[in-house]
T-cell receptor, first 110, second 112 residues
Framework: GNSVTQMEGPVTLSEEAFLTINCTYTATGYPSLFWYVQYPGEGLQLLLKATKADDKGSNKGFEATYRKETTSFHLEKGSVQVSDSAVYFC?????????FGAGTILRVKS | DTGVSQDPRHKITKRGQNVTFRCDPISEHNRLYWYRQTLGQGPEFLTY????????KSRLLSDRFSAERPKGSFSTLEIQRTEQGDSAMYLC??????????FGPGTRLTVL
């Protein structure tokens, strides 16, 4: 079956640092790809998505580009804030369901 | 609040007891999904409904688990004869067709 692998956390950064969270996938075909974020005490929220190769998803300063050559969808942000502290999940669509990675904890220090 | 809601938010039960969780999706959404999330892992798909029809079930959904969506609106997930391994966060999501899935806050189950 399809699968998603994320870099292990926690990732700890100082405010205004550059963020990269790596995500690679294994899939047949070219599934839609997603990043979800889970803030403390809250439900999962869609952060961004890309539906085909070379698409770039972006939202709230975060970006990720669908790279079919490297089967990757790395999440980046140029300058993180304390409020970005959360758990980030990479996911792909497999039929009618989402397949998630294990999640990466991000901690941003002021 | 028009988001996905789940009840209860927390449930503590003893091994062997039955538990039932409820999910109320966003009202115009025709699809409803159940996922399970254990500590340090991402959500894993359990089952999905389109309107009142349960169209897909994961192998994770053992015969102790049953889900219903009787009128195509709210859904219930029942676990019979709970085991300690059932302890997890149970997440519900809804969508309009294959559009974005919106997640509820989850029900955290602890089996003692």
């Amino acid at each position: 079956g399809n699968s998603v692998t994320q870099m292990e956390g926690p990732v700890t950064l100082s405010e205004e640092a550059f963020l990269t969270i790596n995500c690679t996938y294994t899939a047949t075909g070219y599934p839609s790809l997603f990043w979800y974020v889970q803030y403390p005490g809250e439900g999962l929220q869609l952060l961004l998505k890309a539906t085909k190769a070379d698409d770039k998803g972006s939202n709230k300063g975060f970006e990720a580009t669908y790279r079919k050559e490297t089967t990757s969808f790395h999440l980046e942000k140029g300058s993180v804030q304390v409020s970005d502290s959360a758990v980030y999940f990479c996911a792909l669509r497999e039929g009618n369901k989402l397949v998630f990675g294990a999640g990466t904890i991000l901690r941003v220090k002021s | 609040d028009t988001g996905v809601s789940q009840d209860p938010r927390h449930k503590i039960t003893k091994r062997g007891q039955n538990v039932t969780f409820r999910c109320d999706p966003i009202s115009e959404h025709n699809r409803l999904y159940w996922y399970r999330q254990t500590l340090g892992q991402g959500p894993e798909f359990l089952t999905y409904f389109q309107n009142e029809a349960q169209l897909e079930k994961s192998r994770l959904l053992s015969d102790r688990f049953s889900a219903e969506r009787p009128k195509g609106s709210f859904s219930t997930l029942e676990i019979q004869r709970t085991e300690q391994g059932d302890s997890a966060m149970y997440l519900c999501a809804s969508s309009l067709d294959r559009d974005e899935q919106f997640f509820g806050p989850g029900t955290r189950l602890t089996v003692l």
